[in-house]
C-alpha cells in the first residue's frame, strides 16, 4: 500500500485537505505485515483469498451473497480453469471450510 503521508502530500493545496482525518480510520495493525506471507505473491494472494473465504463461510450467517472482485481473485478462488468474464455472475457453493465450488 501507498503510505498515507505521500497521499497526504499530493494533496497539498486542495482546498481543505488539512481537515482530512487519515488517523482514526487505520486499522490497529496498520500498515499490514507482509513478511507472513509466502515468497510468491501468488501464493500470498491465494492465502488472503483462502482466509477471506473462510472468514465468510465461518462468520457470516448470510446464505446467499455476491461477492465483487476482479478476474484474478476469483480464479485464484475457483482454480486455473475458470475464465471469468466481466460484468457476469457466478454461482458458486462456499463450504464450511472456506473452498468454493462452481454451481452446475
Not at 82 to 101: E, M, V, W, Y
Request: with cysteine.
Amino acid at each position: 500500500p501507498r503510505p498515507v503521508e505521500k497521499v497526504i502530500h499530493d494533496l497539498q493545496g486542495l482546498p481543505r485537505v488539512e481537515n482530512v482525518d487519515h488517523e482514526s480510520l487505520k486499522p490497529d495493525n496498520w500498515p499490514p505485515d507482509q513478511s507472513h506471507h509466502e515468497s510468491s505473491s501468488k501464493n500470498g494472494r491465494n492465502e488472503s483469498i483462502h482466509k477471506f473465504l473462510l472468514w465468510l463461510a465461518q462468520e457470516r450467517e448470510e446464505t446467499v451473497i455476491a461477492v465483487v472482485c476482479h478476474y484474478n481473485v476469483i480464479q485464484a478462488a475457483l482454480g486455473p480453469g475458470i475464465k471469468p468474464l466481466n460484468a457476469t455472475p457466478i454461482a458458486c457453493q462456499l463450504f464450511s471450510d472456506g473452498t468454493i465450488k462452481l454451481v452446475s
